[in-house]
Antibody, heavy 124, light 108 residues
Framework: EVQLVQSGAEVKKPGESLKISCQASGYSFTNYWIGWVRQMPGKGLEWMGI????????RYSPSFQGHVTISVDKSISTAYLQWSSLKASDTAMYYCARPHYDSSGYDLAYFDYWGQGTLVTVSS | QSVLTQPPSVSAAPGQKVTISCSGSSSNIGNNYVSWYQQFPGTAPKLVIYENNKRPSGTPDRFSGSKSDTSATLGITGLQTGDEADYYCGTWDSGLSAFGGGTKLTVL
């Protein structure tokens, strides 16, 4: 059974750093992309970026490029989302999700599995 | 501002049919598959339609999807109170993904 299990809720102050995690199980971690999605309070889903654990190829949404870092540790099948200096506007629920290839096997097409979410609260 | 446009809300009575639209462009929906996600308050999104019109196991056949040119539609027939949720369309554009702004479905 495929599972994505995320780290627990975090409360941080502006300017602090943070790294949240998403541990995958039930499939070959290095053969599938994995990504992050932000949902601000009362708002919609925003795609942040994805990484291919096999070679760490990473793609970011232009909206998040330079503001966060996505990484993986293949040895423990875990993906990370990291901030070096948090802002109050980073307060949100963050989901990891696994993109799946389409039936041709060439293009990414949909997110078939999602983590339970990690709530990040940034407040002074 | 999402690159995919959805109506903020739709509503219908139990047993009726509802459709939710998702409008994009030739670079995203026009050249890529569309997927749909259902999200209940306080829970993670769940895939209900993929590759425009395919249902994952577990999605009732009351749910359907279609795509035409640069727009897609999610249809739900025989509405139940348990269908009341937020629905998001999603697609890809040059290797990057995007979601619609979401539609709140109210079952009156």
């Amino acid at each position: 059974e495929v599972q994505l299990v995320q780290s627990g809720a975090e409360v941080k102050k502006p300017g602090e750093s943070l790294k949240i995690s998403c541990q995958a199980s039930g499939y070959s971690f290095t053969n599938y992309w994995i990504g992050w999605v932000r949902q601000m309070p009362g708002k919609g889903l925003e795609w942040m970026g994805i990484i291919y654990p096999g070679d760490s190829d990473t793609r970011y949404s232009p909206s998040f490029q330079g503001h966060v870092t996505i990484s993986v540790d293949k040895s423990i099948s875990t993906a990370y989302l990291q901030w070096s200096s948090l802002k109050a506007s980073d307060t949100a629920m963050y989901y990891c999700a696994r993109p799946h290839y389409d039936s041709s096997g060439y293009d990414l097409a949909y997110f078939d599995y999602w983590g339970q979410g990690t709530l990040v609260t940034v407040s002074s | 501002q999402s690159v995919l446009t959805q109506p903020p809300s739709v509503s219908a009575a139990p047993g009726q049919k509802v459709t939710i639209s998702c409008s994009g462009s030739s670079s995203n929906i026009g050249n890529n598959y569309v997927s749909w996600y259902q999200q209940f308050p306080g829970t993670a999104p769940k895939l209900v339609i993929y590759e425009n019109n395919k249902r994952p196991s577990g999605t009732p056949d009351r749910f359907s999807g279609s795509k035409s040119d640069t727009s897609a539609t999610l249809g739900i027939t025989g509405l139940q109170t348990g269908d009341e949720a937020d629905y998001y369309c999603g697609t890809w554009d040059s290797g990057l993904s995007a979601f619609g702004g979401g539609t709140k479905l109210t079952v009156l």
